[in-house]
């Protein structure tokens, strides 16, 4: 079975504050996503990375970088939290053979920005 | 763009009632259409893939179809624990395996 983890359940910073998530699978996919999911606005792809070191921005990156230093390991980084960033942050990794792969996601972590 | 709509928004049921939620999508070169389940506070679960119209799947109660525009989740006789939020996604293969999901349908299935 495909596991994917994510280092907190529940996560509350403060305005201001420098935020690491993380994520890690353990089934040696190529693709790794962050999304974060509000309600009334769902699953929204902030970046994804294909491959160690490389990231593309996805459908909402603005005030958010990622990191991917080793294969299995991909951190979102929130470089100075703001309110409007608290929400359900869900990482998800595939295996990368093509278009159609599926997508196995974490079970989540919920951040509150005060 | 891609655009994936998902009807209705709520469904509630009485155990054993049968019914089928939509995913209507506007995409360009369907490579597959995903379904995931979600129950509260946790990550989306794998359901099904389909890849062309005319495919279905089955997995216990549920039924998945496709066309050319839409995707059909048919539930069969379900059960409380059915009670879940469904989430569609087509693939159209833009940008790596970016997945477009639609916003959901809030399942609710009545003892």
């Known amino acids: 079975d495909v596991k994917v983890t994510q280092s907190s359940r529940y996560l509350v910073k403060r305005t201001g504050e420098k935020v690491f998530l993380e994520c890690v699978q353990d089934?040696?996919?190529?693709?790794m996503f962050w999304y974060r999911q509000d309600p009334g606005l769902g699953l929204r792809l902030i970046y994804f990375s294909y491959d160690v070191k490389m990231k593309e921005k996805g459908d909402i990156p603005e005030g958010y970088s990622v990191s991917r230093e080793k294969k299995e390991r991909f951190s979102l980084i929130l470089e100075s939290a703001s309110t409007n960033q608290t929400s359900m942050y869900l990482c998800?990794?595939?295996?990368?053979?093509?278009?159609?792969?599926?997508?196995?996601f974490g079970p989540g972590t919920r951040l509150t920005v005060l | 763009e891609d655009q994936v709509t998902q009807s209705p928004e709520a469904l509630r049921l009485q155990e054993g009632e049968s019914s089928s939620l939509n995913c209507s999508y506007t995409?360009?070169?369907?490579?597959?259409l995903f379904w995931y389940r979600q129950d509260p506070g946790k990550g989306p679960e794998f359901l099904f893939t389909?890849?062309?119209a005319g495919e279905e799947k089955e997995k216990e109660r549920l039924k998945a179809t496709l066309t050319k525009k839409e995707s059909f989740l048919h539930i069969t006789a379900p059960k409380p624990e059915d009670s879940a939020t469904y989430l569609c996604?087509?693939?159209?293969?833009?940008?790596?395996?970016?997945?477009?999901f639609g916003k959901g349908t809030h399942l609710i299935i009545q003892p």
């Open positions: 998800a990794s595939s295996l990368g053979q093509g278009v159609t792969d599926t997508q196995y």
């Open positions: 089934m040696d996919h190529e693709n």
């Open positions: 995409v360009s070169g369907l490579r597959g």
């Open positions: 996604a087509p693939n159209s293969g833009g940008g790596a395996d970016g997945l477009t």
């Open positions: 389909l890849y062309s």
